[in-house]
């Protein structure tokens, strides 16, 4: 009988009610600053790195390859024969190759990992939609065959208050960095879905035009599609709210899913100012 289990990393942003209802693992990055590191979403918030990065910007790290192993030990001694493991995109992080090297180490479970190739929500939709056919009680084989259909369903776009910490993350991607910050250019940034690494959607100038744009791009992806839609912020939520409500007058979308800011790990790349929409089609 089978018995799988769910896996995925804190850049995923599933909130802490659906983590508990789907039985969803989450293995936590690293946030490193000079003097202490913490353990992504479960000793710092992302408040706290917003706050302190005036002071100073932390460096991240994967989940620790024990924290990975106790995980797989842990599945393994409750019984647990399967395993769907859902990765930040792999074009960002090394995070997909260590769960796999983690998996390989624990034979006995047999463990399927899938690389997002998407961040936050365009992560997290992927992992509550295998939460939702587990426990719907679909077999491991009919996950494994679904999984790529959630990924051509579903639409991440995002904007940033500045490209200053993408770039200095090393996240920059097929995004246009300075000169597009001295012209005020607010690009709409997605990731690229056969490589995972960010790339500019549309090129904007000016904050309020570059929200005015992700409606737009709503609107476009909705007209012929019904879909739910899923929000993130960065130390935006006043602009987040009222993305929200808006999105909420379009008539195909079915539901808005507000989730708060986006994790540390993320915070640190992104920087403040992000507003995330991810659009998944039904």
């Known amino acids: 009988m089978e018995k799988i289990a769910l896996i995925t990393d804190s850049a995923s942003d599933v909130p802490s009610d659906l983590i508990k209802e789907y039985d969803i693992n989450v293995l936590p990055f690293r946030i ?7 353990k992504d979403g479960i000793d710092i918030t992302p408040e ?48 997909y190759n260590a769960v796999k090297i983690a998996a390989e180490n624990h034979p006995n479970i047999e463990t399927f990992i899938w690389d997002s190739r998407s961040i936050s929500v365009g992560e997290g939709v992927v ?44 996240r ?30 549309a090129k904007i100038r ?17 007209k012929a599609k019904k879909c739910r839609a899923f929000l993130m912020h960065g130390n935006s939520l006043e602009e987040a709210l009222e993305f929200a ?13 507000f989730g708060g800011n986006i994790s540390p790990v993320a915070g640190v790349h992104s920087g403040p100012g992000l507003v995330g929409l991810c659009l998944l089609e039904e």
Do not use: H, W
């Open 32 to 38: 490193l600053y000079k003097d202490r590191d913490y």
């Open 172 to 201: 920059i991607g097929k995004v246009a960095g300075t000169i597009a910050e001295l012209l005020d250019i607010k690009p709409i940034i997605s990731p690229d879905k056969n490589d995972g690494k960010y790339y500019t959607y």
């Open 206 to 222: 000016g904050r309020k035009k570059s929200l005015n744009k992700l409606f737009e791009i709503a609107e476009e992806v909705t």
């Open 245 to 257: 409500n808006k999105l909420k007058t379009l008539p195909n979308i079915l539901s808005v899913y």
């Open 127 to 170: 992992v509550l939609e295998c939460g939702k056919l587990i426990k719907n009680g679909k077999s491991f084989q009919e996950i494994k065959d679904y999984i790529p259909t959630i990924l051509q369903k579903s639409n991440l776009f995002f904007v940033v208050g500045t490209l200053e910490y993408l770039k200095k993350g090393g």
């Open 48 to 95: 706290q790195v917003y706050k302190n990065m005036v002071n100073e910007v932390p460096k991240t790290s994967l989940p620790s390859l024990d924290d990975m192993d106790k995980l797989f030990q842990r599945l393994e001694n409750e019984g647990y024969n399967k395993a769907i493991a859902v990765t930040l995109s792999s074009g960002l992080s090394g995070i």
